[in-house]
């Protein structure tokens, strides 16, 4: 089969791989039909990541039409077509029976090596490095999919592989941000980021409730996407003092929930902040996550402050003695896309939401590597981009 690789930072190839094959009772293959280029996908092309190898598959949003099933699968069966969640779970730890999957205590081959980062080991994901796993992604023909009675879900004929193929990770991920912050009604929200995680986070904090939802970012067509396709009120933190901004906008209060979906992006170019204008001076990398530090400023007392995102590296300077002084409460942690693959696929099969509202591009998969890179660059209004092998 061919398969899109990594071999190094901004090295990507698309290539001939063997087959996967089923190594376990309990695997399913998977002949992909739609994958997605992620946000945290970008964090391994850019090299961020210390544990990839080279001819690494990447891809950890797809689905597609099930071809093999282990002597064990017991509710798939071939022909069927699924939806695959991002993280993978057994469905028997603690963990797991928790409805916590992405913590899951056994998907992870490579464990060992995510305690000695983390201090315990969350579970695997596709295609995301060897400190998650090192599985093989979705950014190719077929994949194999461990543990497959646990993670995939079958989904209707009558909805387009658009419409659902989000349920591996990113309207999971931007509607557990604002479930987990227990938002009341008529709650105001402001969100950092209006990449597709903060997009999907907008949608989810008005089908939960919100009164008013406040997004910021400075790229005008995400800024624009925000607007009109989410109905967000908009700020471009390159022109507005944001802080100040959120507070006149909320009578002076803050927003009672805070999210910071720009994840590795959160650093502002010409930061405000008087020790990254120190570290500046002296020619030094940017330590502070700006989004972060905005959000627990603007948030109102008694507020509750989200990550979703994956930070990439630990950040300097935040004001941990205003979220304490504040009375904030913090939530943040991958995914349990599992948990919400039902509840969301009902709302889309009621309309309530059509989540390919997020897509900009579709290219083959044989130009994910020219994809990668406008991605990246944000080039050509590019917010998300889908690909079919």
């Not at 109102?300 to 994956?310: D, N």
């Not at 941990?320 to 099969?349: D, N």
């Not at 290219?363 to 406008?374: I, N, S, T």
Request: charged residues 20%; aromatic residues 6%; glycine residues 10%.
């Amino acid at each position: 089969m061919r398969a899109l690789c990594w071999f190094g930072k901004h090295d990507l190839r698309f290539q001939d791989v063997p087959d996967p094959s089923i190594l376990n009772p309990h695997d399913a293959i998977i002949r992909v039909s739609l994958t997605a280029i992620g946000g945290s996908d970008l964090a391994l092309y850019q090299g961020k990541n210390p544990t990839m190898e080279a001819g690494d598959i990447l891809g950890h949003e797809f689905m597609g039409e099930v071809v093999e099933v282990g002597p064990e699968v017991a509710h798939l069966e071939v022909g069927d077509r699924v939806v695959v969640p991002a993280p993978i779970a057994c469905g028997r730890c603690h963990h797991c029976q928790h409805d916590a999957f992405a913590l899951c205590d056994n998907s992870n081959p490579n464990a060992w090596m995510a305690e000695r980062v983390f201090g315990h080991s969350p579970a695997g994901i596709f295609g995301y490095s060897h400190l998650f796993g090192g599985y093989a992604g979705g950014q190719a023909e077929y994949v194999r999919v461990p543990f497959a009675d646990v993670g995939p879900i079958k989904v209707p004929e009558h909805l387009s592989d658009e419409k659902v193929l989000f349920l591996s990770d990113l309207f999971p991920t931007g509607y557990q941000a604002v479930d987990v912050a227990n938002m009341a009604p008529g709650s105001t929200v402001a969100i950092w980021g209006c990449g597709p995680v903060g997009l999907f986070a907008i949608k989810s904090a008005f089908m939960l409730g919100a009164e008013r939802v406040f997004a910021i970012d400075n790229v005008p067509d995400r800024l624009a996407m925000a607007r009109h396709q989410a109905g967000a009120e908009v700020l471009n933190f390159a022109d507005d003092p944001i802080v100040d901004a959120l507070k006149e906008m909320t009578g002076g209060r803050g927003p009672q929930v805070c999210i910071d979906a720009a994840g590795m992006e959160g650093h502002h170019k010409g930061s405000t902040n008087i020790f990254e204008r120190a570290r500046l001076t002296l020619g030094m990398e940017s330590r502070t996550h700006d989004a972060l530090l905005e959000a627990i400023l603007a948030c109102a007392k008694g507020g509750t402050l989200v990550l979703p995102g994956i930070a990439g590296e630990d950040a300097e300077n935040l004001p941990l003695s205003a979220a304490f002084s504040k009375g904030l409460t913090l939530k943040m942690g991958p995914t349990h896309v599992q948990r919400y693959l039902k509840p969301l696929l009902a709302r889309i099969e009621k309309e309530e939401i059509d989540p390919g509202f997020v897509i900009t591009h579709r290219l083959p998969l044989v130009e994910g590597p020219e994809a990668y890179q406008m991605l990246h660059d944000k080039e050509e209004g590019c917010i998300k981009v889908v690909m079919r092998p």
